[in-house]
């Protein structure tokens, strides 16, 4: 059973598949505290940690979370 758990996972990077199999996407009420776990520290600086993911895309200017990490995120 892990085996194929671990194949379906996959290049999803830590994310899952919903029912329908669309890979889910981070919620807006994400904080950058949780990110920062998954990403490093240095995600997001200068940023608090309770800032939330939409309210960053929104200030950046990036339409997702995966935007935001190709162009700020080092």
């Given at each position: 059973m892990a085996k194929a758990r671990a194949k379906?996972?996959?290049?999803?990077?830590?994310r899952h598949r919903d029912k329908t199999g669309r890979i889910e996407r981070k919620h807006g009420n994400t904080t950058v505290a949780a990110l920062r776990k998954q990403y490093?520290?240095?995600?997001?600086?200068?940023?608090?940690?309770?800032?939330?993911?939409?309210?960053?895309?929104?200030?950046?200017?990036s339409s997702s979370l995966h935007e935001y990490l190709r162009h700020h995120h080092r």
């Open positions: 379906a996972r996959k290049g999803l990077d830590g490093g520290e240095s995600f997001a600086e200068g940023r608090r940690k309770d800032t939330m993911l939409k309210t960053l895309l929104k200030e950046t200017g």
